[in-house]
Nanobody, 115 residues
Framework: QVQLVESGGGLVQAGGSLRLSCTASRMFFSINAMGWYRQAPGGQRELVAAIFKDDYTNYANSVKGRFTISRDNAKNTVYLQMNSLKPEDTAVYYC?????????WGQGTQVSVSI
């Protein structure tokens, strides 16, 4: 089992920045990858960014150049730095931890971007 605790969501104006944090209850060496998904009202959950054990990162085309995923192994924490936010980034953001056996999800944190 992996418990994930997220923080950092909120309301920001377009063009602003937010940083999301997700802390895992298990050491990162047992987790293959961690990432962030988001789900807008009425929409499907979509991958935003992921970071793998070898530090390979993957981003949705819509956030490339604006969002950066990183991690601090000592703190079992992964971050999503979001810059140049747009109203279409408004969604609930979910942290995910991917292991050999299962995927684990955080509770979600709301990000709202106003015009």
């Amino acid at each position: 089992q992996v418990q994930l605790v997220e923080s950092g969501g909120g309301l920001v104006q377009a063009g602003g920045s937010l940083r999301l944090s997700c802390t895992a209850s298990r050491m990162f060496f047992s987790i293959n990858a961690m990432g962030w998904y988001r789900q807008a009202p009425g929409g499907q959950r979509e991958l935003v960014a992921a970071i793998f054990k070898d530090d390979y990162t993957n981003y949705a085309n819509s956030v490339k150049g604006r969002f950066t995923i990183s991690r601090d192994n000592a703190k079992n924490t992964v971050y999503l730095q979001m810059n140049s936010l747009k109203p279409e980034d408004t969604a609930v953001y979910y942290c995910i931890a991917m292991t050999d056996g299962s995927n684990y999800w955080g509770q979600g944190t709301q990000v709202s971007v106003s015009i």
